[in-house]
Each structure stands twice: as structure tokens, then as C-alpha cells.
């Protein structure tokens, strides 16, 4: 116990801390079956730049995977290490932006402080994207599965989670840009594709690619099901074209 006496001990608890806060704080609503959660207030809002309900199970992954790089984080052995000492405030600070999110959004809905605090996550978590960029070449093997990978792939889903976000809060502030018409929604998609293709470029990370284009195919598949095709082929011809540039890099 020695050893979590210092402050690289108090960062890796208080990470692994967060990372469990994060799932717990996601599912307490529905597991004491509040009358607003998330997922109902997203649905409710019915904007075409949000993914399809089933998508979401991403967040499944995620949560998983932020609490197995604590976990390692938090290793006696990894404690004083240059690249976790270096990525982990601000991991830390993402978990803890992303608890705020939570929390926020079931109580009071997606208003603008909501669009502000989840901004705050990704660019958090472009600053974690910088910081893995100058030791990607020295994680290999387990260490970049448990140490980096997790920090890639939350990034990915933050980057099309954003213009989700902010659909829905234009939807309930009443904007005149309304998302839930396909000539406004097409140039919110547009904008993310356009940020996924910029860091799929940057990181060369699949990892990262994966979760973001998940997200994408999630909003074309939820156009395609509200029946508006000119949506969802809008959409697609993005996300492919956004898909096949970071092919080329990765």
C-alpha cells in the first residue's frame, strides 16, 4: 500500500474511481427507473444526426474498457510510468467531464450547458489523442491494448457523439436550424465526418476509426428507420467517403 502513498498513487485511484463513476452514473436512472434517462430523452427529440437506439450498446465497450485501463493504470508496476504519468490527469479529468455529462442530461435535458460539458470532453480527449501521438511508438502489445487503445476508441465516439449532443439541444431550444430536417441535419453529419477524417488522418488509429464510424453508421441506419432516405443516403456517402480516406492512413 505503500506504493498508492504519492501522487502517483492518488491519480491512479482516483482514475479507477472515476472510471467505475462512469458506468454507475450512466445506468442510475434506469436502474432506479426515473421518469427521464439519456437514451429517453435522445429518442423523445427524434433528430436524424443521432444514432439508432442499438448503437448505444457501444457504451458497453467503452465503460469496460476505461475501467481495464485504470485497472492497469493503477498496477504497483505501471505507477511511475512516463507515458500513464503523462496521460493520466487528463484521462481523469475525461471521466470525470463525462460524469458531469451524465448526470446533467437526465435531470434538465439536452440544453446548452449539456453541448458545453460533452465540447469539453472532446477536447479533452484531442489533448489525450496529442499525448498518445508523441509514445505511440513506444506502446506494443498489451501495453497499447490496456493503455491506449481504451483512450482511442472513447475518442472516436466522442467525436460523432458531440454533433448528436448538439442536434438535440437545437431541437429542444427550438433553434431555427432544426436537425430533424434533412437540409439541416446533412451539414451537422457533414461536420462530423469532416473531424473523424481529420483525426483518423492524424492518429492513423483503426482503434479510434472504429468507434467513430460506428457512430456514423449508426446515424445512417437511424434515418434510413425514421424513413428519410435522402438522409441516410446523405450520410452514407459521407461516412464512405470519410471511411475510405482513413483506410488509406491507418
Known amino acids: 500500500m505503500q506504493d498508492y502513498v504519492s501522487a502517483d498513487g492518488v491519480r491512479a485511484i482516483l482514475l479507477l474511481v472515476l472510471a467505475v463513476g462512469q458506468a454507475f452514473v450512466a445506468y442510475w436512472p434506469e436502474i432506479r427507473k426515473w421518469d427521464h434517462t439519456i437514451s429517453g ?21 467503452i465503460f469496460g474498457s476505461c475501467i481495464v485501463f485504470a485497472i492497469w493504470h493503477a498496477l504497483p508496476e ?46 479533452l480527449a484531442v489533448a489525450l489523442l496529442a499525448k498518445l501521438q508523441s509514445f505511440v511508438t513506444q506502446l506494443y502489445g498489451i501495453a497499447y491494448w490496456l ?6 476508441f472513447f475518442a472516436g465516439w466522442l467525436s460523432v457523439a458531440v454533433f ?3 442536434s438535440s439541444t437545437l431541437v429542444l431550444c427550438r433553434a431555427p436550424l432544426d436537425p430533424r430536417q434533412t437540409r439541416f441535419a446533412v451539414p451537422l453529419i457533414a461536420a462530423a465526418c469532416l473531424v473523424v477524417t481529420t483525426l483518423s488522418v492524424w492518429t492513423t488509429s483503426w482503434v479510434y476509426a472504429s468507434s467513430a464510424f460506428w457512430g456514423l453508421a449508426g446515424i445512417v441506419v437511424g434515418a434510413w428507420i425514421k424513413k428519410r432516405p435522402a438522409t441516410s443516403i446523405a450520410a452514407a456517402a459521407a461516412s464512405t467517403a470519410s471511411l475510405a480516406t482513413a483506410l488509406v492512413v491507418t
Open 164 to 166: 448528436a449532443s448538439l
Open 41 to 61: 430523452r435522445s429518442a423523445a427529440l427524434d433528430t436524424l444526426v443521432v444514432p439508432f437506439g442499438p448503437f448505444f450498446a457501444i457504451w458497453l465497450i
Open 78 to 123: 505501471n505507477l511511475d510510468d512516463p507515458y500513464l504519468r503523462s496521460v493520466g490527469w487528463l484521462a481523469a479529468a475525461l471521466f470525470a467531464g463525462n460524469i458531469a455529462w451524465e448526470a446533467y442530461v437526465p435531470r434538465y435535458g439536452f440544453k446548452w450547458p449539456s453541448v458545453f460539458l460533452i465540447i469539453l470532453e472532446l477536447a
Open 147 to 152: 493503455g491506449a487503445a481504451p483512450l482511442y
